[in-house]
């Protein structure tokens, strides 16, 4: 019988609270941010009528990636919870000429592969963090509604795959000789 007050008591206290916030919320300032003109919805918050700042600090939205700075760590893919980005790496060669990413990190992997599906990104930034040269970043790109899905594949990587190397020919086993 104690439960069942316990639980009635839950039940109505976090009611009222919910509701509470709900009342507050009701007189307070309208933060959501609209499209000035009634006339003009066309017109974009960030770029034409305030040019910078207007866009909160942590929003997100676009993904895009300077190939250029890619160390081909797979850390970002690795973290991805819904595994919308597909990395392919080949390890550079000894006798190729050392490059390095724009805060020093040698890149010691060829990116060949960097493809982000934005259709099934749900923009919880978490590949940004982790990411050594700071190169995946979300832009302030907000509007980029597509009809067709596959338009929402985005492909980074410029540099062509080496073909494989053909597999090594079994060699025939030498015959022993009979003593
Ligand atoms: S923002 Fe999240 S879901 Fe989107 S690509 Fe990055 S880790 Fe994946
Ligand atoms: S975490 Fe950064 S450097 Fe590593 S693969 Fe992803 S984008 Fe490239």
């Given at each position: ?18 509701m509470a916030i709900t009342l507050r919320h009701l007189f307070m300032k309208n933060e959501t941010q609209q499209y000035l003109s009634d006339e003009k ?139």
């Amino acid at each position: 019988m104690k439960e069942y007050f316990l639980d009635f008591w839950d039940a109505v206290s976090s009611t009222a609270t919910g509701m509470a916030i709900t009342l507050r919320h009701l007189f307070m300032k309208n933060e959501t941010q609209q499209y000035l003109s009634d006339e003009k919805p066309e017109t974009r918050w960030n770029s034409v009528i305030v040019p910078e700042g207007l866009l909160q600090d942590r929003s997100r939205m676009r993904l895009y990636v300077k190939m250029e700075d890619c160390i081909g760590c797979l850390q970002c893919e690795k973290v991805c919870p819904v595994d919308c980005i597909t990395i392919s790496t080949e390890k550079r060669q000894k006798t190729e000429l050392p490059i390095f990413a724009a805060n020093g990190q040698g890149i010691k992997q060829r990116v060949v592969q960097f493809d982000i599906d934005m259709s099934l990104c749900c923009y919880c930034n978490l590949c940004v963090y982790p990411c050594p040269t700071d190169c995946i970043v979300m832009t302030p790109e907000y509007e980029f509604a597509e009809r067709d899905k596959t338009n929402f594949l985005y492909r980074f990587a410029k540099d062509k795959a080496t073909p494989p190397e053909p597999p090594e020919e079994k060699k025939e086993a030498e015959p022993v000789a009979a003593g």
